[in-house]
Each structure stands twice: as structure tokens, then as C-alpha cells.
């Protein structure tokens, strides 16, 4: 019980937040969450939570989890920071565990992609019947508690806050042109590695390298949600 009520809130903090930056997401419910400041020397239950949360995605290290903040947390939450453009301080303030919190949720949406694999292309699709592009991300976003408005890649390109190519982290949006040289026509899912998670006209949902020869040269940018 205590876990799905910690998922739900930090569903709900992330659909707030986008709602916020961009009118095509609509949460389902607001709700205010207020994280407190941790930093290194504190011992407490919040830092053990902060562990587990960074290991989750791939930043603490260490075998076991405590309660103590010591040097191995702060440098996964310096990590953290530097790839998500944050002020690199080694504490866990608002803003960082904020983002943390939404981190989690991109995650989990990358981590759920993977069961919809040689799911079926369809023009305008956007259940497991069939998908096409912006459908999937539609789908993806609204099965975690983001309830966004149906809409294009071209529409998602506008959205959200630029992010380069060497920055890229998992749940970032990567978009494609397939036609007109520099017009938007595809969006995938970046699930790190280098590589994107989207349906394809081909094979339906697959994963594909972002450089490799049919990809790389059609890559128009990434957003961040």
C-alpha cells in the first residue's frame, strides 16, 4: 500500500509539472508535493529513500542501502545533476529531487515500452491494437498517469525544452524527418545507449540505433518533458 501511494504521487507531481510547461498534457489531478533538503552528513529514512531512488536509475553504486548520506550519495546525486543540467552541488535540494521524482516516472515509461515490441503500425493508432508514432508516445505517457492530449510529432516538437544529443537520458523524446528535409515527421522514445524505442511502418514497435546510417542523418533534435 505504501509503495503504489508513493507511485501515485510522483506520478501526480510529474503530470502537474508538464501540464505546466505545456498545454497538450493534462493531468488527471494536482497535487502539490513538497520535498525537503538533503545533504551529506544527515542520517535518515528520506536518504535511504534517495538511494533507492538513484540506484533505480542507475546512479548509486553502492551494494546496500542506508540511511546515512555520505560521499557515495553525494556523488550519485553530482551525477545526477550533471546529466539533467542541474546546478552540480552534491545535496539533494527541491529542484533535484523534484526532478528525481519525474526521472522515475520517465523510467518506468521506458521500462513499460518494451512490452509493446513487434506491436503492429497503424496509421493514427495509439492503443496495442496498433500504433503509429505519436500515438505510442500518447499511449506511453497517459498509461502513467500523464493524461495528454492526442497530437503530432510536429506538435511535440514544440513542446518541452530543447536538449542536445550528447545530454540525452532515458524518456527523452528524439524526433526524425522522414520527408521533407527539416520538417518533423517521427518521434521515439530515447531508451539510452543510443538507441529509440517507436513504431515503425515495417515491423511495429522496435528498437533502433539513433546513428546508424537510415537514422542519423534524418535526426532533427530532442525534447525533454
Known amino acids: 500500500m505504501k509503495k503504489a501511494t508513493t507511485k501515485m504521487i510522483l506520478l501526480t507531481a510529474a503530470a502537474a509539472v508538464l501540464v505546466t510547461a505545456n498545454p497538450a498534457f ?26 533507492r531512488d ?3 536509475l542507475g546512479y548509486f ?28 552541488t552534491g545535496t539533494a535540494d527541491t529542484a533535484t529531487r523534484e526532478r528525481i521524482s ?13 512490452q509493446y515490441l513487434r506491436v503492429p503500425y497503424k496509421w493514427g493508432g495509439s492503443t496495442p491494437a496498433g500504433f503509429d508514432c505519436s ?13 495528454m492530449t492526442r497530437t503530432t510529432s510536429a506538435n511535440m516538437f514544440n513542446m518541452g525544452t530543447p536538449v542536445d544529443k ?35 511502418s515495417s515491423v511495429g514497435v522496435y528498437v533502433q540505433n539513433l546513428n546508424n546510417t537510415y537514422w542519423g542523418p534524418k535526426y532533427l533534435g530532442a525534447r525533454r518533458f
Do not use: C, W
Open 26 to 51: 493534462v493531468p488527471s489531478a494536482q497535487a502539490a508535493t513538497v520535498f525537503t533538503t538533503l545533504y551529506q552528513g544527515m542520517t535518515s529514512e528520506a536518504v535511504s529513500q534517495l538511494q
Open 54 to 56: 538513484l540506484k533505480t
Open 61 to 88: 553504486s553502492y551494494p546496500t542501502i542506508t540511511t546515512y548520506y555520505g560521499t557515495v550519495t553525494a556523488g550519485a546525486v553530482r551525477a545526477f545533476q550533471t546529466a539533467y543540467g542541474l546546478p552540480v
Open 102 to 114: 519525474f526521472a522515475l516516472v520517465r523510467k518506468s515509461i521506458v521500462t513499460d515500452s518494451y
Open 135 to 147: 500515438g505510442f508516445i500518447y499511449y506511453m505517457f497517459s498509461t502513467h498517469g500523464v493524461a
Open 166 to 200: 550528447a545530454k540525452l537520458v532515458p524518456g527523452d523524446l528524439v524526433f526524425f524527418s522522414l520527408g521533407t528535409p527539416g520538417v518533423v515527421s517521427h518521434v521515439g522514445i530515447y531508451v539510452g545507449n543510443g538507441e529509440f524505442i517507436s513504431p515503425l
